[in-house]
């Protein structure tokens, strides 16, 4: 049955189309697998082809997002294994030329359209992405009202190493970059961290991160070992909550 609602994009009253959250082929084998997705309360979903939304936008405008999330698939998926590099002292990394390599207005719109999905969602698996003031303005850079601001959105982006386990575990999670808010995106062994506002990032450890960050020039892919960290804490909690769960059951 369509369902009829309120675009978030465009605001008007149409039917609302299944939208993805974290973009379809980023479920690397969507015709064939099921996936599981598990939200901060450690509740799982199954899903079939990922995790999708069917209250938040029209057919149309999910199309005109889409189009940003083909920088997404052009630079992590198909371009990635090329752009190996070793950078300062971070062994593997993956570095892309503006310009040669990416678009940035296409891959920046990617990362706050992944963000800003996420945070008009009503999808448990989301349920801790809450950018407040911060999602009009994610939405208004998105549809070109405001000029864009590079204090918004600040993203860094991480990649588990390719043996590393879980990698088709999607989740999400609000975490702290310093002093600030951090929100981490958890898709194919990606780590997408992207800050709302690092207007009041305090001068400390955080900023030498920052200058990682994706900008009008470059951008890095850091690969490593240790990001992998805190997926596995995240996980061991899940397991622990749902072994409790279950004998909360059994004991029923
Ligand atoms: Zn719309």
Known sequence: MAN????????????????????????????TE???????????????????DDTILCGDCDNKLNEYDKEGYKILLNALKTKEKTINDIPKAYLFKEGEDFDYINLRFFFISLLWRASISSKAMYNKVNLGKFEDIALSILKNEKTDDEKYFQTIVFREPEEAPY??????????????????????KFIVCIIPNTKHCRASKGLEYLKLAFNKNEFVIIEDGNSFEDKRKFLNKVKKNWKQKDKICKQR
Request: proline share 1%; glycine share 6%.
């Open 4 to 31: 009829y609602g309120t675009c978030k994009y465009c605001g008007k009253e149409k039917e609302l189309c299944k939208a993805h959250i974290v973009p379809k082929k980023f479920y690397l084998d969507y015709t």
């Open 34 to 52: 099921r996936y599981r997705s598990i939200d901060q309360d450690f509740n799982k979903e199954y899903a079939q082809s990922g995790i999708w």
């Open 167 to 188: 990698g088709k575990v999607h989740y999400c999670i609000k975490s702290k970059f310093d002093n600030v808010i951090c929100y981490k995106i958890f898709f194919t």
